[in-house]
């Protein structure tokens, strides 16, 4: 579902569930519709918010993670452009179960969710 998110708003989709061997692995990676841009995201889904927003959850620990896996993947495949990390969050909405013509997920697209340095 993010992904198609990203294609949608032109967002060419590189990899997804990318994995830098025992450091970690990252959701997605994508380059921004201008080319311009590496985009590494994380995604996280909760079935409630009743313990907050999904985004929140991506921990100091888990973005120095995401730091560790992006160096292994432009150490493999350079880049010239600027590198960016995103959050999305998809929260499954309360009564999406009751109404067909709604969307059961609510999907949110942090850019720029944390900063490497």
């Not at 160096?71 to 999305?88: A, N, Q, S, T, W």
């Amino acid at each position: 579902m993010a992904a198609h998110y990203l294609q949608s708003n032109h967002y060419q989709v590189c990899h997804r569930n990318w994995r830098a061997g025992r450091v970690g692995e990252v959701d997605l990676i994508a380059l921004t519709p201008d080319s311009k841009t590496l985009v590494f995201i994380e995604v996280k889904t909760r079935s409630s918010s009743r313990y907050g927003d999904p985004a929140e959850s991506v921990t100091p620990a888990k973005q120095n993670t995401l730091f560790r896996v992006a160096e292994h993947y432009l150490y493999e495949h350079p880049f010239e452009g600027d590198i960016r990390f995103d959050v999305m969050s998809v929260l499954r909405c309360p009564d999406s179960h009751t109404t067909s013509s709604q969307d059961p997920f609510e999907l949110t697209h942090v850019q720029n969710a944390f900063d490497a340095s």
